[in-house]
Each structure stands twice: as structure tokens, then as C-alpha cells.
């Protein structure tokens, strides 16, 4: 009895124990009748109880099915006879089941040893939701991956071992005229050009060997602008250390290259301006003793012939004294006498007188914003800077053409670029453009230098742009020069603004004096002949006349002689007491007396002080008129 019980028992154990497994079991033998199975089956299939009995042939549990809709539409005896045909050939299958109440159930069958076979039924509807959740998310991050990569300022891209295109940001595709999708699969060497390729390639080359490479190229553009990039090309490192690919991070430098060549030019200007005012300063020297020797000479009487030669030797020497003054202009050490300026008016009037002085067929268009523009300028370097554009833009409509002016405020809330950066802040902007036949990119970048002209030899001194340059930048203002071969000129102008003038702000100046009588002057020069061309001057007014030759030895006479009324010093002098300083000191100790400060560079920087300052070279009249104040 105990012995017909074991193999009972035994089976007990094995089916208990199958129904502690969370999936679903069953067992068919050769003739396909069930061997056995376990709860979880029924319970996941949803199997009536006594379908589970062994015993049940296999085509009952698929004809249950196909009558419930399992299999989908179709006729249930061919979906069950069709199902039974391929377990009749007890081969190894694997599939996955969407039922209708939206599980998904993975069904895994295995013939056994002497006929028939085991099937595993497990519930993966969760695992697979879980997948399509990591799968969507991971598109979505791809996705914001895609914008960022499009949106951020660099241009990003992958090649392969071969240098084919894998990956392109928006950015770098546009940057070579392609889409993101034209440029994948395509050779570097095509994208690129035979030019640049020549030029980038051995880059590229070096970083296949393992090496990380940076790099700057240009590439030309066919609208004829001209871009620039810096290159940083990373070597992707796969299995036994060789390089599957390289990564390519690049950035737009085309503005930074702009900022630091505008930077250089204006470095360059600055130069060039302290060497033309230091020798336009000299040269006043020069001009100061010339003209006064000539000036002197031609007063007293003399032959016909002698006067004849005087008369072109000072047209000459005032000539040179012009030049030295356009020269300070672009320097910026010309004596400006900066007051609130009504911007909009002073233009009309320039376009009235325009009108009469330029060709006919020269149009003038004027347009303002129509409300009071101010800006604190000298209003008749601003007219000389207007008259010059003028004419420089006729020059360049030999055949007539259209000329405009246009004003209007212009608030910045951000850095501009001009020939430097503009600051932020609030402008006064006049715009001179011109139709005419314009200037290439070379003839733009010297445009303002002093003396360069491409007019005919005697058309004109190249000193023009110079001045308009000098003026505005000695204004505390900024400037920029667009032109183009065929396509006209525009000269943009910056002037800081500044507020309406208060109602008798500025008085007329006031009468001068009458000629004062004859008074002690203390005349400071240290140039010899400069100081005797002064002195005769002086003592020609009917002055007396004190000498010395620097500040030290100037204050010491002021300290000894009570009677010196006035001082007539130079601005530069040696001995570490400058014009300036000696003038404070002397006011110092003589509150009342008289100054007039006189320079060759007339630069408010070591010019006024607060002291009234007289321009090199100057006849005995303007000194008079200084002294006698």
C-alpha cells in the first residue's frame, strides 16, 4: 500500500510545487494531452478549472481561445486545427501574445525527451511598458539632445574612421551650406572644398593617429563675406586603442576677428596720431618763427621786389600752418570750443548752403527725425566734418548722383561696433551716404589715415577722412566707414548726446576790451628763436618784455619783479614745470595776474587748464588781442 503511494505522492509535490511558480506551466505528452500544469497558468490565461485536468487535449485550450477572441476575427475550427498542426511538430518556439484585455504574455515552448513538450507562459506587459517608457523616453531625450546641440553657439559634428559625415549639428551644416540631413554620409574633403580641404585636412589626418588638434581657417562665402573658426577636433578612442571617429567642435570667430582687427586699426590710428601731432607740433615751432620773421620783414619798407618775394613766402608758411592744423585734427590736439548744438538745424543749414555750392546734378536728401537733437560738439568742426563728407562724396559721383543726410537719436542698450565698441548709452547719429562708385575692402581699412587719398597727385591732400576721424574722436564720438565697389559710401557718426540747453545758457560772449596800455610781460618759451619771434611781437604792441626759458626760472622772477602784469608761457617745456603747472603756481602768488597759455599741439590734455590758449604759429595781431584780455 505505502509502495502504490509513492509515485502519488510524489506528484503532489511536484504540482504543489509548480504552483509556487509566478508563471505559467504546461505539459503535453506526445499524443498532446495534458500532463499537467499549474495555477498560475489558469489564473494568467484565465483557463476554466476544468479545462486543467490531466488528460485535456491540446486543441481544447485552443479552441477556448479562438472562441474568446484570443486570435482575433477568423473561424475558430481553422485557427484551432492550424495550432495543433504546428504542436504536432513539437519544435522549439518562441513568441510574444498582446491578449485582448491588454496583457502581453510571452509563450516559450520546449519538446522533452520521448515526445511532447513544456510551454512557460509569462506576464511581461509590465517589463514592456517599462521598456516603451525608457524607449520614449530616450527619443525624447535625443530629441532635446537635437535642439540643444542646434541651438547652442558652436558647430558640432562626427566623423568616421573614413571621414564621412555621421553627425551635424544645424549650426555646422549651415555653416558649409548644407541641411543637417545632406551633409550625414557625405566625405569631408567634399564638403569642405579642394581649398579648405587642402588647408584642414592634414588637421584631420593628425588626429586619426590619436592626437587632439586645434586649428583656425577662413572660408569665403560666395556673397563675398568672409567667416572665420576656431576648430577643436577629439579622436573617439574604441577597443585596442584605435580611433573609430573624431568629434569636431568648432566655434564662429568671425566677430572676435573683427573686434581684434578694429582694435589693432585703432592702436594703429593712435600711433600714427601721436607721430603726426608730434611733428605737426614742431613744425608750428618752425612755422611760428618763419612766419613771424616774414610778417616782420613785410612791415617795414622796403624794395617792390622784396615785398613781391615776402608775400608768397608767407602764403606758403600759412599754408604749412593749415596743414599742421589739419594734422592736430586727426591727432585730436586741435582746440575745440565744444557747446550744446542743436544737431538737426546746424544740418539744414549745411544742406541750404550745400545745395548752392555742389553740382547740379548732385541730389540732397535730408532727413531728420523732426524733434531737437543736441549733442555737445565744436558746431563749426561739425560743419567742417559734414562740408569735407560732402565733398568727398561729390568726388565720388563724378556723373551726379544722390546724396543724403539723415539724423536721429540712437539709444544703446548694448555695445555696438564701430571702429572700436560703442559703450551703451544715448548718441546723437548722423548717416552721410552717397550712390557713387564706393571703395573696396583695402581702401576702406586706410580710409582715415593721414595723407592717404586715391585721387590724382594735386586732387587733394588725404587729410579729409583724417580730420572728420580726429574731430569725432576727439568729441568723445565714434565713427564707421561701409562701402563697397559700385554700391556708395555710408559714413555712420556717433556724438554723446546731451540735454537741451537751459534758457540763457549761453550768453553772448562778451565785448572785447579796449587795447590795454603797455604792460610787463614775463614771456616762458625754451625754444630761442620761437621766444625772439614773441618778444619782437610784444614789444612791436608796445609791450615790455621779461625772458626766461622754464618753469624754475620763471616762477623765480615772479618772485623778485612785483611789476610783471602778464604771463605768456608755452604749454611743453623741460625742467618737469610744464605751461599749466607754472600757471597755477604763479596765480598762486599773484592772484590778479593776466595768463595766456600758447602750444604747438593745442591738445586740451596739457592745453587749457581753465587758461586761455593760443595756437601755434600765430601773428602779432591774435597775440595782442590774447594779451590784451
Known amino acids: 500500500m505505502r509502495a502504490a503511494e509513492a509515485p502519488a505522492t510524489r506528484q503532489g509535490l511536484v504540482l504543489a510545487g509548480l504552483d509556487h511558480i509566478n508563471q505559467g506551466i504546461t505539459i503535453f505528452d506526445r499524443r498532446l494531452r495534458l500532463v499537467a500544469c499549474n495555477r498560475k497558468l489558469i489564473e494568467l490565461l484565465e483557463f476554466p478549472p476544468d479545462l486543467a485536468k490531466p488528460g485535456t487535449h491540446f486543441s481544447a485550450f485552443m479552441r477556448y481561445n479562438a472562441e474568446r477572441g484570443e486570435y482575433g476575427p ?95 549639428n544645424k549650426g555646422y551644416a549651415e555653416w558649409f551650406g548644407y541641411s543637417k540631413t545632406g551633409i550625414i554620409g557625405k566625405r569631408v574633403a567634399e564638403v569642405l572644398g579642394t581649398r579648405l580641404w587642402d588647408e584642414i585636412g592634414p588637421h584631420l589626418r593628425r588626429a586619426l593617429t590619436g592626437d587632439r588638434v586645434s586649428y583656425e581657417y577662413e572660408n569665403p562665402l560666395p556673397t563675398g563675406l568672409t567667416v572665420h573658426a576656431r576648430s577643436t577636433v577629439v579622436p573617439e578612442i574604441g577597443e585596442g586603442d584605435e580611433v573609430v571617429g573624431l568629434f569636431v567642435l568648432s566655434f564662429d570667430i568671425t566677430e572676435q576677428k573683427k573686434a581684434q582687427a578694429a582694435l589693432i586699426k585703432a592702436q594703429q590710428m593712435e600711433a600714427v596720431g601721436q607721430l603726426t601731432g608730434g611733428l605737426a607740433h614742431d613744425f608750428n615751432n618752425l612755422l611760428t618763427i618763419i612766419i613771424g620773421n616774414l610778417s616782420a620783414m613785410a612791415e617795414r619798407p622796403g624794395s617792390a621786389a622784396l615785398s613781391d618775394m615776402l608775400e608768397p613766402a608767407l602764403g606758403a608758411a600759412r599754408r604749412g600752418a593749415e596743414l599742421t592744423r589739419r594734422l592736430l585734427a586727426f591727432s585730436r590736439r586741435q582746440s575745440l570750443e565744444p557747446v550744446t548744438v542743436e544737431v538737426d538745424g546746424l544740418v539744414a543749414g549745411m544742406v541750404r548752403m550745400l545745395r548752392r555750392s555742389l553740382k547740379a546734378q548732385v541730389e540732397i536728401v535730408l532727413s531728420a527725425r523732426g524733434e531737437p537733437l543736441f549733442a555737445l560738439v565744436d558746431q563749426s568742426q561739425l560743419e567742417n566734418a559734414l562740408l569735407n563728407l560732402a565733398l568727398n562724396a561729390r568726388d565720388a559721383m563724378p556723373g551726379g548722383g544722390r546724396l543724403s543726410i539723415a539724423t536721429a537719436a540712437a539709444r544703446l542698450d548694448e555695445p555696438w561696433g564701430f571702429d572700436v565698441a560703442v559703450p551703451a548709452g544715448d548718441y546723437v547719429q548722423i548717416v552721410v551716404e552717397d550712390d557713387g562708385c564706393g571703395m573696396d575692402a583695402a581702401t576702406v581699412s586706410r580710409a582715415f589715415e593721414p595723407f592717404f587719398t586715391t585721387k590724382e597727385v594735386g586732387a587733394g591732400s588725404g587729410l579729409g577722412l583724417s580730420m572728420v576721424y580726429g574731430f569725432v574722436k576727439q568729441s568723445g564720438g565714434f565713427i564707421r566707414l561701409d562701402s563697397a565697389p559700385g554700391q556708395g559710401t555710408r559714413v555712420t557718426i556717433l556724438l554723446p548726446a546731451a540735454p537741451p540747453p537751459r534758457d540763457g545758457a549761453d550768453p553772448a560772449p562778451p565785448a572785447r576790451p579796449p587795447k590795454a596800455r603797455s604792460r610787463l610781460v614775463l614771456l616762458v618759451e625754451d625754444e630761442r628763436d620761437v621766444r625772439a619771434v614773441i618778444r619782437r611781437q610784444l614789444t612791436d604792441l608796445g609791450h615790455k618784455v621779461l625772458e626766461a626759458g622754464d618753469g624754475h626760472e620763471a616762477l623765480a622772477l615772479l618772485a623778485a619783479v612785483e611789476e610783471v602784469e602778464v604771463l605768456v608761457s608755452d604749454v611743453l617745456m623741460p625742467g618737469g614745470i610744464d605751461g599749466v603747472t607754472l600757471a597755477r603756481r604763479a596765480r598762486e602768488l599773484r592772484p590778479d595776474l ?36
Open 594 to 629: 593776466a595768463v595766456t597759455l600758447i602750444s604747438g599741439w593745442s591738445d586740451e590734455r596739457e592745453g587749457g587748464g581753465g587758461f586761455p590758449l593760443l595756437r601755434k604759429p600765430f601773428d602779432a595781431e591774435a597775440l595782442g588781442a590774447m594779451v590784451d584780455r
Open 74 to 168: 477568423g473561424d475558430p475550427d481553422e485557427m484551432t486545427a492550424e495550432r495543433v498542426r504546428q504542436a504536432q511538430s513539437f519544435q522549439p518556439h518562441f513568441f510574444e501574445r498582446l491578449r485582448p484585455n491588454g496583457r502581453i504574455i510571452q509563450v516559450r515552448g520546449d519538446p522533452v525527451p520521448g515526445g511532447g513538450f513544456v510551454a512557460v507562459y509569462t506576464d511581461v506587459t509590465e517589463q514592456r511598458q517599462h521598456e516603451r517608457q525608457i524607449h520614449e523616453e530616450k527619443i525624447g531625450l535625443e530629441s532635446r539632445l537635437r535642439l540643444i546641440t542646434d541651438a547652442v553657439p558652436a558647430l558640432i559634428a562626427y566623423v568616421d574612421r573614413d571621414l564621412c559625415y555621421q553627425f551635424a
